[in-house]
């Protein structure tokens, strides 16, 4: 059961973050293109990556160029659609695809079936449909089955429920895989791993990274496998802030004893 706090024990410097978006460092809006990251909280996503070495990725299940426009001006690490892409720290991408007829079917499929439900949505990611039902709450049952319906005609895919949506996504794609992924390569790898979501898609990131002796952060109420809690956007906006303020010190603590130490040896 995850425990309420404003400030996590991160007393170790060598740690790597990993970020949810939607419910997490924005609010959740009532249709996606209305979320956005507020510019000082950005910016102090940039000022952590930079005093952890660029260990910070953005995991999401948005795609990799909607994280980009919601992070711009800056650039991090990120895995898209719950980590069916994943760009590195070098650019390099990393990227499932499903069969192109499979895509064009369920496309078909789903674009006909949404139609008869005035005020869901679907969203094509390429290789995963989110359907969304926010604003048609009265659908939830009809869409919820429609989904699985259709992923259990193909062993390809699987389904990812979330807050008034659920996503048709392939098999074996989740963002704990993406959080290990990135943990086997520099920067993140030998670092402590710290994980923040509000989802349902984030318990598997939460799980990935208790296996590690990480740190996990649950945002707002429910269950979860996270080991603490923030209880809504503005509390992780404020924790950020104080996280930073407090690695700034640090850092410069450190610096100040190196000068210290360098300048007995000359003496």
Same mark, same amino acid.
């Given at each position: 059961m995850a425990t309420e706090l404003s400030l996590p024990p991160l007393n170790n410097g060598n740690l790597a973050f990993f970020f949810d978006l939607?419910? %997490? =460092? &924005?609010?959740?809006?009532?249709?996606?293109?209305?979320?956005?990251?507020?510019?000082d909280v950005r910016a102090l996503l940039e000022k952590l990556s930079g005093l952890q070495n660029g260990a910070l990725a953005l995991i999401s299940g948005r795609s990799m160029a909607?994280?980009?426009k919601l992070a711009a001006p800056h650039r991090f690490p990120v895995a898209g659609v719950h980590g069916a892409e994943r760009r590195d720290i070098n650019g390099n991408t990393h990227v499932v695809t499903l069969p192109a007829d499979l895509v064009r079917a369920l496309q078909l499929r789903l674009e006909a079936e949404l139609a008869a439900m005035p005020g869901t949505e679907l969203e094509c990611k390429g290789m995963a449909f989110a359907l969304?039902?926010?604003?048609?709450?009265?659908?939830?049952?009809?869409?919820?089955?429609?989904?699985? %319906? =259709? &992923?259990?005609?193909?062993e390809e895919l699987s389904l990812q429920p979330g807050k008034c949506v659920v996503e048709i996504k392939p098999r074996g794609i989740n963002k704990g895989e993406a959080i290990a992924a990135f943990m086997q390569q520099e920067p993140f790898a030998g670092r402590t791993p710290v994980f923040i979501g509000d989802d349902l898609t984030d318990e598997a990131g939460f799980t990935v990274v208790n296996a590690m002796n990480g740190i996990s952060i649950k945002v707002g109420k429910g269950e979860t496998e996270a080991k603490y809690r923030l209880m809504n956007v503005?509390?992780?906006?404020?924790?950020?802030?104080?996280?930073?303020?407090?690695?700034?010190?640090?850092?410069?603590?450190?610096?100040?004893s190196v000068g210290y130490e360098s300048l007995s040896r000359s003496i």
């Open positions: 939607d419910g %997490t =460092l &924005a609010e959740i809006q009532p249709h996606p293109d209305l979320v956005h990251i507020p510019t909607e994280l980009d969304h039902y926010r604003q048609a709450p009265e659908f939830e049952t009809h869409i919820l089955s429609l989904a699985s %319906t =259709l &992923a259990s005609l193909y503005q509390a992780v906006h404020v924790w950020l802030e104080k996280l930073v303020t407090q690695q700034e010190k640090e850092q410069k603590l450190n610096d100040r």
